[in-house]
């Protein structure tokens, strides 16, 4: 069984069927190091109270920041095939698969760690983060709270 990016996280015990699609950062592929491209491309769908609706795009080689996910979301995967996720502490990066049409739930989680679109499709997602307030920061970048 494939390890989901929840899984990576530490938000889903291994084996939990739901499945999730995030981003993370540089690292191997194969044997070279790849060469990663900040961000991608971020679009405000929706924003009313504590509810945001963000369209996210990472075309293959791009890589999201360094950022944690403080807030419950839930996102659909658009497009996509194959992410890495990396931990800012270290730990070992792991490789996820994408799949069009999947719909996640998400805890959230303090771990930093970033995405990088390592298939050759774009991976495409649209995410509803659930804020404390309105004027949150759906995903802050390292050293931002």
């Not at 938000?11 to 690292?27: F, K, T």
């Not at 950022?67 to 419950?72: L, M, V």
């Not at 992410?83 to 996640?104: H, M, Y």
């Amino acid at each position: 069984m494939a390890t989901t990016v929840l899984e990576a996280a530490g938000q889903l015990a291994p084996r939990d069927h739901r499945r999730y699609n995030r981003r993370i950062s540089a690292g191997r592929l194969g044997q070279a190091k790849a060469v990663m491209e900040p961000k991608g491309q971020q679009q405000v769908l929706h924003h009313r109270g504590n509810y945001l609706v963000r369209r996210q795009r990472l075309a293959p080689g791009e890589a999201t920041p360094w950022h944690r996910d403080p807030y419950h979301r839930v996102t659909v995967v658009l497009s996509g095939d194959l992410l890495k996720i990396e931990f800012r502490e270290g730990e070992e990066s792991l490789t996820c698969k994408v799949t069009a049409g999947e719909v996640d739930w998400s805890e959230p989680s303090n771990r930093v760690h970033r995405a990088v679109n390592v298939g050759k499709e774009v991976c495409e997602e649209v995410v509803t983060f659930f804020l404390d307030r309105p004027d949150a920061i759906p995903q802050p970048e390292e050293g931002h709270e």
